[in-house]
């Protein structure tokens, strides 16, 4: 780390010629600046040639909690697929859940988006708990924090690791959902950048799935 404070990670061949040109420079040089606050992390790369000097900005927007478990390596493995695809900025949606915020998660997608695109997108562990809220929720009378909890009695039971990835160690897998900086849709062309990016484990996405946002795994 500088005595900026800023973390500097060297990178490989100049990704984005379309950049901010600030001055003369003689060489040939990449490196990455990380930058956080509570809510945002910005990815700034600095490309140094031989006729200038271009920078790029990424943003990666959310809540603290979420801010928070997204690491240096995943914000430069999602920086560069940003770029590659002139994706601006991102909102993070959901990282690391408990249970119960599993539950709560699941048990708003059913009330908006039906229970029939949630067995589409959970494995026979999730479709148990699915079940769960089939067997009681609003159609049977039961309130929204009987049926969490019921449904958060079921993760438990079943092992939370095996309903979703979520609910998991932040250390070991980055689990990212994202949309756009507006809430949005995110763009055809970021949805290929990722797939086409080796460092992204797992991608998830309205063009290739039921999941309403692009759901993202990063192996650290």
């Given at each position: 780390m500088d005595p900026d404070g800023k973390r500097h990670i060297a990178l490989g061949p100049n990704e984005n010629p379309n950049s901010e040109h600030t001055g003369n420079h003689v060489g040939n040089e990449e490196k990455e600046e990380v930058q956080r606050d509570n809510s945002k992390i910005t990815v700034e790369k600095t490309t140094t040639e031989n006729y200038g000097n271009y920078k790029t900005?990424?943003?990666?927007?959310?809540?603290?909690?979420?801010?928070?478990n997204i690491s240096d390596f995943s914000s430069t493995v999602l920086a560069s697929s940003m770029r590659e695809s002139n994706t601006k900025s991102i909102n993070v949606t959901s990282t690391v859940r408990t249970p119960e915020q599993q539950s709560a998660a699941m048990y708003n997608n059913i009330i908006k988006l039906g229970a029939t695109s949630q067995y589409a997108l959970y494995g026979s562990a999730g479709d148990q708990v699915i079940n769960v809220f089939e067997n009681m929720g609003p159609n049977w009378n039961c309130s929204k924090s009987e049926t969490i909890k019921s449904m958060t009695d079921k993760i438990n039971e079943i092992g939370p690791e095996k309903v979703s990835n979520h609910i998991g160690d932040p250390s070991k897998n980055n689990i990212i959902d994202a949309v756009g900086s507006n809430g949005d849709q995110l763009?055809?062309?970021?949805?290929?950048?990722?797939?086409?990016?080796?460092?992204v484990q797992k991608l998830l996405t309205p063009y290739n799935s039921k999941d309403p946002v692009f759901h993202i795994e990063i192996k650290q």
């Amino acid at each position: 780390m500088d005595p900026d404070g800023k973390r500097h990670i060297a990178l490989g061949p100049n990704e984005n010629p379309n950049s901010e040109h600030t001055g003369n420079h003689v060489g040939n040089e990449e490196k990455e600046e990380v930058q956080r606050d509570n809510s945002k992390i910005t990815v700034e790369k600095t490309t140094t040639e031989n006729y200038g000097n271009y920078k790029t900005k990424s943003e990666i927007s959310g809540n603290p909690e979420n801010i928070s478990n997204i690491s240096d390596f995943s914000s430069t493995v999602l920086a560069s697929s940003m770029r590659e695809s002139n994706t601006k900025s991102i909102n993070v949606t959901s990282t690391v859940r408990t249970p119960e915020q599993q539950s709560a998660a699941m048990y708003n997608n059913i009330i908006k988006l039906g229970a029939t695109s949630q067995y589409a997108l959970y494995g026979s562990a999730g479709d148990q708990v699915i079940n769960v809220f089939e067997n009681m929720g609003p159609n049977w009378n039961c309130s929204k924090s009987e049926t969490i909890k019921s449904m958060t009695d079921k993760i438990n039971e079943i092992g939370p690791e095996k309903v979703s990835n979520h609910i998991g160690d932040p250390s070991k897998n980055n689990i990212i959902d994202a949309v756009g900086s507006n809430g949005d849709q995110l763009s055809g062309s970021f949805h290929n950048s990722l797939i086409n990016n080796t460092k992204v484990q797992k991608l998830l996405t309205p063009y290739n799935s039921k999941d309403p946002v692009f759901h993202i795994e990063i192996k650290q």
